[in-house]
């Protein structure tokens, strides 16, 4: 998984991408960015940009975005936005389990995007749809 890089959005905590760079995880957060209050739009340019994931609990903006791009580099959708800062922590770890099974299959994250909820039921989709 040290190939998988992260940007997370700040409706999560920051002090998840410390924990998850702790654990050997490329992680950042927006916030670390100067990006605090930056557009959804500007968000998921800067995650393609560094060749990061985004991970987001703003499910239904990014996935408009995620739709009107010709490219991205993956998203996390977190379902549930209230979240402690605990469970945050387990779904990212979780949902880097899945994208790790994923590679392995041989499977990338380039435009797909990765649902998990706090039940821990994860689902695969590739947005847009028709992309390779």
Not at 24 to 37: E, F, I, L, N, Y
Not at 39 to 63: H, Q
Not at 76 to 105: M, N, P, T
């Amino acid at each position: 998984m040290s190939n998988v890089k992260l940007l997370l959005d700040e409706n999560l905590s920051p002090s998840i991408a410390v924990l998850l760079c702790q654990d050997g995880v490329d992680a950042a957060h927006v916030r670390d960015r100067g990006m605090t209050g930056a557009t959804d739009a500007e968000v998921l340019e800067r995650a393609y940009a560094e060749d990061r994931i985004l991970v987001t609990a703003n499910v239904e903006d990014f996935e408009k975005l995620a739709r009107a791009r010709e490219l991205h580099v993956g998203i996390i959708l977190v379902e549930e936005g209230d979240l402690l800062r605990e469970e945050q922590y387990r779904l990212v770890r979780d949902a880097l389990a899945a994208i790790g099974a994923e590679v392995a299959a041989g499977r990338d994250m380039v435009n797909r995007v990765l649902r998990i909820s706090i039940r821990g039921t994860t689902s695969f989709e590739t947005v847009p749809p028709g992309a390779p």
